[in-house]
């Protein structure tokens, strides 16, 4: 009797002992996708400012041609709207075919959307067949190379990367993934992000071997992709009104300003997640430099409040006055510097 009691309780004693099942992992915020018109589309773009590098095929120069005829930011945003909505070229005649006959650009001009997209369409619908059979194999295994780098690298850190820009940004995490489109070849930057009706979405296409670069790239273009859903909130909107109010703030130095917070704040979430000895890409690509209104101010304000020296509201009280400043304007009576 004695031993069956013993028995009973180390069967319970060990029971208590069993630890829970793990929890699934959360599936990860970026939705990583390879897609032959996408990459036919950012090629094509690519070959609009390489005129030696264009192949012969059918249908890339009335591609390039239209393309030509847009440079207005929020033509482009469309385009590259419309080609995610399109399974192939054929797809995108039928989508050119409902856009509005005339959208207006920043600047007020009014632009031929349906038609300039329609040709666009046409043209691909020649070029795609030849572009599948002789330069998508190439190009998928580029993209195929990075995908399997990110999902190795990047992925199975999510969550980190995500709750690091929400905190630093005064941003949320989002409900869905973000889709990143991975292609073999892209115009300079190499990288953007563009709303469609969907939410954001970027085309990402990274050069040389997989390092941390390679996340800084897909993390600096995420920070975008938080900075449209973020609507009104979030410390770059934040940026962006503060500096707008200042008397003579010009909106390209404003933007150029917020992106540079952009490209220290992807750096810093690199350092936190996966290697603190990890360089900025403002620094290794040369970024920085071809900011010198920003960059000064910017990145050691921004630095300093990721290395938890002052609080964010210092930061950008610091930005905002150094614009104030070379504007010529009156400063900000109140400084909020101090410790977090």
């Given amino acids: 009797m004695r031993r069956t009691i013993l028995t009973i309780l180390a069967a319970f004693a060990l029971a208590g002992c069993r630890t829970a ?33 264009r192949p012969g095929l059918p249908g890339l120069s009335e591609a390039i041609e239209a393309l030509q005829q847009q440079g207005d930011s ?5 385009y590259d709207g419309s080609m995610i909505e399109a399974s192939n070229a054929a797809d995108l005649a039928r989508i050119a ?11 007020g001009q009014s632009i031929p959307m349906r038609e300039r997209m329609t040709r666009l369409a046409q043209a691909y619908q020649k070029l795609e067949p030849p572009f599948r059979e002789t330069l998508w194999p190439r190009h998928r295994e ?4 990075v995908a399997a780098y990110l999902r190795r690298h990047l992925l199975p850190r999510s ?19 973000i889709p990143v489109y991975l292609v073999a070849e892209a115009p300079f930057p190499r990288a953007v992000t563009s709303r469609s009706p969907a939410g954001p979405f970027s ?6 071997e ?12 995420t920070i975008h992709g938080l900075d449209v859903l973020s609507r009104e909130g979030g410390a770059l909107r934040e940026l962006r009104r503060r500096l707008s109010a200042v008397p003579g703030a010009s909106p390209q130095e404003v933007e150029e300003h917020a992106h ?37 101010v910017v990145v050691p304000a921004w630095k300093d409040y990721l290395a938890g020296k002052i609080f964010r509201a210092a930061a950008l009280d610091r930005i905002v006055q150094a614009y104030q400043k070379e504007k010529g304007a009156p400063q900000d009576a109140l400084s909020r510097v101090g410790m977090p």
């Fill in 21 to 53: 099942p793990p929890a699934p992992a959360a599936p990860p915020l970026w939705d990583l996708r390879i897609d032959p018109l996408i990459d036919l589309h950012s090629w094509a773009r690519m070959l609009v400012f390489r005129p030696d590098e």
């Fill in 74 to 78: 929020r033509a482009w945003g469309i």
């Fill in 97 to 107: 075919a409902e856009l509005p006959e005339n959208v207006q650009s920043r600047s």
């Fill in 142 to 145: 580029r993209a195929e190379r």
């Fill in 159 to 177: 969550a980190e990367v995500f709750a690091d820009l929400a905190r630093s940004l005064d941003v949320s995490v989002p409900s869905t993934p």
């Fill in 203 to 208: 085309v990402v296409a990274p050069e040389g």
């Fill in 210 to 221: 997989p390092n941390n670069l390679w996340d800084e790239i897909v993390i600096h273009e």
């Fill in 260 to 296: 540079c917070l952009m490209f220290v704040q992807a750096a810093g979430t690199v350092r936190r997640v996966f290697d603190p000895a990890h360089k900025d890409y403002g620094d290794v690509a040369g970024v920085y430099g071809r900011l010198p209104k920003a960059s000064p």
